[in-house]
C-alpha cells in the first residue's frame, strides 16, 4: 500500500471517460463502502478534479480483475498482460457516485432527428442541464441502434462495429455492466471510443449524438479527416500474378469504294503481367492478310509504385527534342517524399515522364480575416466535403494549414482544386453563413518544400523502314534530371542530356502563396537553333476571379491572352499571336431563359478571320452552328423521344450544311437524315446501337448516306458507314471498323474494348459462389452468385460501387473490377450475401499489379441463426448480457450477441459444427448446441441456468 496526495477538489470523472480504466467495483467493508479500481498504473495522475476535497487516496498494487456483483459496474481493458493496480477511493467518493446514480426514460436523437424515442439511462441532471455528464450509461443495443451500426464478433474477440461511414474495434470487456440497464457504454466512451460527440438536450430531453459524418442543414457533406485508416493487420493477402497474359485486342479497318482497291488494315494488341508490373505490346497491320507488312508500333514493361518508376520499351522521352514515338530505351524514376497522381486521365494512357515527375498533392496554406466568435468551415467546390473549422479567436484571424490543392484519384478521395470557406457568425451553424472564394491551383509540376525526384533515361531512336517488323537503331541517346521544391512557392530542376549533342536542361515553377501568379519555365540549352535555346514559358495572373492574363512563349511565337467575365454568362476575350502579328477580340455569351438555352461566341482578328460557334436549344430542337475562314458546319436536330436534358436515348431528324474554302475551290453539301439511339449503354460505355440515314445533295452531286454501329456484344464494337456522296468528291465509299478483346485471365471471356488501359491500370475479378458443401472450392454444380455484388463487397471501407469512378462490370463468370495497382483492404458484408448464406473469411488483403485482374474467390457457406431469450434462474429476462458461442473444435468462428431489454439475443452467421454456449463468461442451458446439415437456417433456443430454460426448438 502507499498513498498518492491529490489536490482540493478532485472528481472520479476519469472512472468512465478514460480508456484505460480496466475495472471498477463497490465492496463492503465492516461500517463503509469502499469504490475500488483496476487501471493502468501510468494514468493515475490523470485523476480529474471533483467536488469535494479528497486529499488522501490509498492504493493497493495487488492485481485483482474480478468484478463484484454487488456494484454490477465494470469495466475491463482486456490488456491482460499489462501491469494492472487497484485504487480504493475514500467513502465520500462511493457516496457521490450513489447519490447521483438513477435511472431516467428519455430519447435519443441523431442530430436533430429522434431515433430512438424512449430509453433508460443512468444518470443525473439538475433542471438546467446534465451533472457529471461523462459518466452516464446508455443501454450498448441502443447506441448501436441510433448509429447504425453492424456488429462482428472477430476471432480474438473484439467486436467490430460498422456502417456506412466508420468502421471501429472495440474490446467487450472494457464496456461497462449496470444492473439494471446491462451492457453499457459511458458517454466518455462513445466520446473516445466511438469518436462520437454526445451531448444531453435537456429542452428537447434526449442525448444527441454527431457523428462527423451526419448530413447538417441537409447539405450532404463529409469530413474529409473523419475517413477511416486501413487496417491490413491480420489479414490474409492474395497477390497478383507476376507472369501472365491477360488480354488480346484485335482492331480491323476495311475501307474502299470507287475506283479505289479495297484495303485491310489493323492493330493486334496484348496485355499482360510481369514480376510486379505490365508488359504491353501492340503490332501495326500495314495489310491484314501480309504478315510480312506487320511492325512492331510498341513494346513497354512499366512497373510504377508510389516511391518510384521503372519503364523499359517504347517511350516518349522526357526532354523535348525527340519527335515521333519511337525511342525505346530504360527510364527510372525515383520520388522522395511525394507520390505521383493516379486520376482517372492518367491511367490507361501508358507512361508519361512528366506526369509521374509531378506531385499527388501540395500543400497550401488558406488564411483570411474574420470577426472573433466566427465559426469557419473550408468546403470543397465540388462534393461538399468540409476540410476542417476554426473558431476564430481574439486575433480575427483563421488559418487553415497544409491544405491538399488536388484532384480524386481512384484511391478515395486526395485533395480539391477549389475551396470555398463558409463563416457562421458567432458559432451559430443555423445562421446563413458568408461563402467566399479560396481557389487554390497546382502548378503540374510543382513540389512542396523538400521533396524532390531524380529521373534517368538511356535508349535509342527507332527507324522502321517499309517491310521491317523490329526497325534499325540510332546511337545511344540519354539523360538525367533533377527536380527539388526550394519551398512551398519555387520548384527549381536542372539536368543534362546527350541527343546526337551535349545539352543542358532547366525548369522553374513558380506559384506564390498569396499572389494570384503562376510561372512555369523549361530550356534546353546548346541546341542547333538560333541562340541555342529551345525554351518554353507560361505566365497566368489572375487579379481577381472574373479577370485573368495568360502568356506563353517559345522559339516559335509568343502569345497573349486576356478573358474578363463582364456579368454571368458574359465574357469579353482578346489575344495576341506574333507568328501572324494579328490582334483579336471577341465575346461569349451563354444563358438560360426557360426552356431556351444558348450559348455562342464569335472571335474577330485584324487579319479580317472570323471565328463563330453557336449551340442553342429550345425543347426538342437543337442548333449547332461552326465556322472559321475555311469551312463552316450547321446542323438542326429536332429531337422526336427527349423527355429532358439527361435523357440518353435519340430519335432525332438532322438537318447539316457544310461548306469548304481551299485552294481556291469552294464547295459544299446538304444532307437530311435520321438518326436513333436507344436509351442506356453497353458494359463497355457504348451505346447498345445507333443507326443513322440520309440523303445529300451538293456541289459535288447527290446521294445516301447510312452509317450503324453496335456494342451489343461486349467486348465487340461494329461500325460500318457507306456514303454515295461526300463534301470533296461524288466517289462512293465504305468502311468497316471491327474491333474485339479476349481476356485470357483469369479466364477466357469477352472483355472491355479498350484493354491497352490495362497497361497502368489492374483490378479485380470477385467469383462469390455458393459452396454448398462447405469445402472451399468451386465445384462443378456450384453457381456464381452476381445478384447483389454493390452490396456483398467493401473496397478500403466503402461500398464497391462507390469507390473510385468505375462500377463492377457483372458478367456470367464472376465480376470485373478496375483499379489503379495498389494493395487493397476488401471487406465482405453480410448483409449483401443471400439469404441463408455467409462468407467463410471476412476481409482480405488484395495486390492488384497493373496488366492483369487479381481473382479472388469468395466461397458462401450455409449460414444458421440461433435466436431466443435468456432468462435468469427465477425464469426473468436478463437485459444487456454477452450472449456466445464458441466452437468446441479450433479454427471455429465465435458469435457473439448483446439481449435486448426483454433478453432477446440473435446470434447469426453460425456455421455447421459444435457450440459451447456462455452468458456472460457463464456456462447457459441447454449446452452445448450442434448444427448440421440438416438443421434449420433458424433456430429457436431460450437460454437459463438450471430450471429457468423454458423451451428448445432444434435439431440438436
Known sequence: MFNLDLPPNTSPEILFSQAPIAEVRLEEQDDFKVLTLARQSYFLAQLSPPSSEISNVEIDQTNNNEATEETGISVNTGLESDPVEETELTNDIAQYLEKNSSIIPMGINLGTRNIIPTTMVRGDEDGRGAVNFDYWLIP?????????????????????????????????????????????????????????????????????????????????????????????????????????????????????????????????????????????????????????????????????????????????????????????????????????????????????ANERLRSDRVGRNIIGEAEPGTLVRLVTNQGNFIVGEVLVDSSGIYRFEDVTTSGTSLNGF?????????????????????????????????????????????????????????????????????????????????????????????????QPANIPLRVSASALLGTEKDGGVDYNANVDFEPTGDLRFNFNSDELSQRLNANWNILPGLSLNSSWNSRDEAIAGGISLGRNIGDLFASSSVNVDSNQNVRWNILSRYNNLELNHRANEITSNTEFVYNLS???????????????????????????LIRLGWRYRPTGNSADGFAPWTFELGYGIGSQGDGFVASASTAMIPGLYLTTRYQ????????????????????????????NSRVERLRSEGGLFLKPYYDKNSNGQRDGDEEIYTEEVDLLFLLNNEPISRFGRYEPDVRGEGVFFRLAPDTYRLDIDPAGSPIGWATAQSSLAVEVIAGSYTPVEVPLIPSYTVAGRVSDTLGKPMSGVRVEAIPVEEGGKRVSSITNQAGIYYLEGLEQGKYNLLVDNLIAQPNPLEINQNSDSMLELNLGFGDSVTSVTSDQ
Open 140 to 352: 450498448f443495443n441502443d447506441v448501436i441502434e441510433a448509429l447504425n451500426y453492424r456488429v462482428i464478433t472477430l476471432d480474438d474477440g473484439q467486436l467490430e462495429l460498422r456502417n456506412f461511414a466508420s468502421v471501429v474495434r472495440i474490446n467487450p470487456d472494457q464496456l461497462i455492466k449496470d444492473p439494471e440497464l446491462g451492457l453499457c457504454f459511458s458517454t466518455g466512451q462513445i466520446r473516445t471510443l466511438l469518436s462520437v460527440p454526445v451531448e444531453f438536450d435537456i429542452a428537447e430531453y434526449a442525448l444527441v449524438l454527431t457523428p462527423p459524418w451526419l448530413e447538417e442543414r441537409a447539405d450532404n457533406r463529409s469530413y474529409l479527416g473523419q475517413r477511416t485508416p486501413i487496417s491490413f493487420d491480420g489479414l490474409p493477402k492474395i497477390e497478383g500474378a507476376n507472369a501472365i497474359l491477360t488480354a488480346i485486342g484485335q482492331e480491323l479497318n476495311i475501307t474502299g469504294g470507287g475506283n479505289n482497291s479495297t484495303d485491310y488494315r489493323g492493330d493486334l494488341t496484348a496485355v499482360g503481367s510481369l514480376l510486379g508490373g505490365s508488359i504491353y505490346t501492340a503490332i501495326e497491320q500495314n495489310d491484314f492478310g501480309d504478315v510480312n507488312t506487320w511492325q512492331l508500333n510498341e513494346l513497354q514493361y512499366l512497373n510504377q509504385n508510389p516511391s518510384a518508376d521503372l519503364a523499359i520499351g517504347t517511350q516518349s522521352p522526357f526532354w523535348s527534342l525527340q519527335q515521333g514515338g519511337n525511342y525505346m530505351g530504360i527510364t527510372n524514376i525515383q520520388r522522395w517524399g511525394f507520390e505521383a497522381p493516379q486520376t482517372f486521365a492518367s491511367l490507361g494512357n501508358g507512361f508519361s
Open 642 to 668: 427527349r423527355e429532358g436534358m439527361l435523357n440518353s436515348s435519340e430519335n432525332s431528324l438532322i438537318l447539316n450544311y457544310d461548306t469548304t474554302n481551299s485552294n481556291d475551290q469552294e464547295d459544299d
Open 414 to 510: 486526395t485533395g480539391s482544386n477549389s475551396y470555398r470557406v463558409y463563416l457562421y457568425p458567432n458559432g451559430q451553424l443555423t445562421a446563413t453563413p458568408e461563402i467566399r472564394d479560396a481557389t487554390y491551383s497546382t502548378l503540374p509540376g510543382q513540389l512542396t518544400s523538400g521533396t524532390s525526384a531524380l529521373i534517368t533515361s538511356i535508349g535509342s531512336t527507332r527507324q522502321i523502314p517499309n517491310n521491317d517488323f523490329i526497325g534499325d537503331f540510332d546511337a545511344v541517346k540519354g539523360g538525367v534530371a533533377y527536380r527539388w521544391g526550394a519551398n512551398d512557392s519555387l520548384t527549381l530542376g536542372a539536368g543534362m542530356i546527350y541527343d546526337q549533342t551535349a545539352l543542358g536542361s532547366t525548369e522553374m515553377f513558380f
Open 724 to 751: 454515295d456522296i461526300s463534301l470533296t468528291s461524288e466517289e462512293s465509299s465504305f468502311s468497316i471498323s471491327l474491333s474485339s478483346n479476349a481476356f485470357i485471365q483469369p479466364q477466357l471471356s469477352i472483355g
